[in-house]
């Protein structure tokens, strides 16, 4: 049975900034033959050459870090800009290695794919990475045993809560930290033709509307908001804008804390443990 985690004494909502920094993979991943369409490809670029740069200042100028996932592919093919993430003291957590989706494969194949994308994220940063996220949240039965056998501290891919929570059914602790699609810029920002992908484009306003007012909701409950954002499509300037006035919207409660999520993973256990 899951355990429910309170948060750390004084902290009265939680809100966990996350960047899948996908690169070419958010493409590749969906259909191998993009990697011949020069055009699709540029979507990944954007997001290492520009979007990235681009955040970074931001949360510099909001004294703030964050918890980057990161598939191994991406540092493997583009180690500097994860090592300026690494050095300006962001986490760094797996997020596959091709960011292939995982539903329906065997234990050994899921458990090859999350040790490559170790290897790949421990050459940056000297230490294997304390969180994983699946690419598109998929994750099997047999995933929660992977990730105690290779000593992960928690998972951000669960959408049945508001609150984090100790997995069960193991002795090596493990947390969650909820996502949930709505607070995911996909559904609102992308479009692609490869693969079609033809939705209405959210203006910026409407989704710190919808991210605010669920920030609201979440901090009466005591909950904690994961946002999982992506530096190809929040790294757009009024999209980046955007983004800080929900950050400075939260930040105008006194009892809000905004941390990476292996400092809420660590507070949450140790405080399980008093």
Known sequence: MNQ????????????LISFDVDAETMWTSKDPRNADRPAVLSHG??????????????LDRHELCATFFVPGWVADNHPAAIEELHARGHEIAHHGYLHDGMHGVDRAHELEVIRQGIVALEKITGTRPLGYRAPM??????????????????????????????????PQPLVELPVQWMLDDGPYYLVSNHPPNHRQVYAPNTVVEIWTDEFRGLHLLGGVMTLTLHPQITGRPSRLAALERVIDDARSYTDVWLPTHG??????????DD
């Not at 290492?48 to 955040?55: D, R, S, W, Y």
């Not at 928690?154 to 609150?163: A, F, G, K, L, P």
């Open 4 to 15: 429910r985690l309170a948060l750390p004494d004084g902290v009265q909502a939680a809100l």
């Open 45 to 58: 670029r954007y997001d290492i050459e520009v979007g990235l740069p681009l955040i970074l200042d931001m």
């Open 137 to 170: 949240y998929e994750i099997n039965v047999h995933t929660w045993d992977l990730l105690r056998e290779e000593g992960f501290l928690y998972s951000s891919n669960m959408m049945d809560s508001i609150w984090p929570y100790r997995h069960g059914g193991g």
């Open 263 to 272: 400092e809420l993973a660590k507070a949450c256990l140790d405080g399980a």
